[in-house]
């Protein structure tokens, strides 16, 4: 009696071995995941490894002392053509891999491979772009709030002269406009003399007291734009009687002090626009370089998967 034997290895639906009609049913699959993915993380993990290396790069430009190290402008720019460097790499790296480990296609048309080794480019920046968006969040929203926190702080300023100068610590001083309200508070009080500590003697209490009442005087000078005719003649009176100078040259300690705070809110307001403008400039080229990532990405895929396919 005959018996038939079945091999393994053909396939009852194509005719051909097993490892062919796999291959086929692979070649079917419109988008190669795993391509996709490993083109992701390649991605990913560079624009890590760049932006560490830029950090560290930024940090050597800057330095705490001032007059010393890069201007603000030119660590701005550098900035921005890091980022862009960093997406260009990190993208082309991500999009050749997709295009590269993907299936073979057989059987289709030239024009559709060159669709699918796009949309696998495309579809590699994307995910690889959540993924940095994940890792890089608290960066991105200090991107985002920048523009926000400098108009708060510029508002904040004018209001932060109110506070008394004798009462601030190192730590509240750090904004420069309470600072130079510090500053102004004690020149207006100032007495000629070594003798003639500041604190000292029987007007110290008085002086104490009128510091914060000044603060809150010049604050609505500074806001309004003008001093009050009587809140300066009684400012240059509490300070002609405390400190033993003239009343004219109390009037003219307290036109200068006025005008010291003036400069000093302008000053303020230009630093919060200057804040406001690089926040927004930043942001756009961040959206640029993202953009001309996922065209490298799609690109450098087709180049992948062109070498793939010979």
Do not use: K
């Amino acid at each position: 009696m005959t018996r038939t034997t079945i091999d393994p290895t053909i396939s009852p639906v194509h005719g051909q071995t097993g490892i062919s009609a796999i291959t086929h049913d692979a070649s079917l699959n419109a988008v190669s995941w795993p391509a996709i993915f490993a083109g992701a993380t390649v991605a990913a993990v560079l624009s890590l490894v760049l932006f560490i290396l830029g950090t560290g790069l930024g940090l050597s430009m800057i330095s705490p002392w001032s007059n010393q190290g890069v201007g603000a402008q030119t660590f701005g720019m550098t900035s921005v053509l890091w980022v862009t460097l960093t997406s260009l790499a990190a993208s082309a790296a991500g999009g050749y891999l997709a295009g590269r480990l993907r299936v073979r296609w057989a059987d289709i048309h030239g024009d559709e491979i060159f669709f699918r080794d796009t949309a696998h480019g495309l579809l590699a920046w994307g995910i690889s772009t959540l993924a940095t968006a994940a890792l890089f969040s608290s960066l991105i929203a200090a991107i985002a709030a920048g523009a926000a926190s400098a108009g708060a702080a510029a508002a904040g300023g004018v209001a932060a002269l109110g506070t008394s100068a004798a009462a601030m610590s190192d730590d509240q001083q750090s904004n420069p406009v309470e600072q130079v309200m510090g500053y102004t508070m004690d020149s207006l009080f100032r007495v000629e003399g070594a003798s003639n500590s500041l604190f000292e003697g029987d007007n110290s209490d008085a002086i104490q007291a009128a510091i914060p009442e000044f603060g809150r005087i010049f604050v609505n000078a500074v806001r309004t734009g003008a001093l009050p005719e009587e809140d300066a003649d009684y400012a240059a009176d509490v300070i002609a009687r405390n400190t033993g100078i003239t009343q004219q040259e109390a009037e003219q300690r307290i036109e200068d002090a006025f005008v010291t705070l003036q400069t000093a809110e302008m000053a303020a307001m230009e630093a919060a626009d200057e804040a406001r403008e690089a926040s927004a400039y930043v942001a756009m080229w961040m959206v640029v370089s993202l953009l001309i990532g996922a065209f490298v990405a799609s690109f450098a895929a087709t180049i992948g998967g062109r070498q793939r396919d010979l």
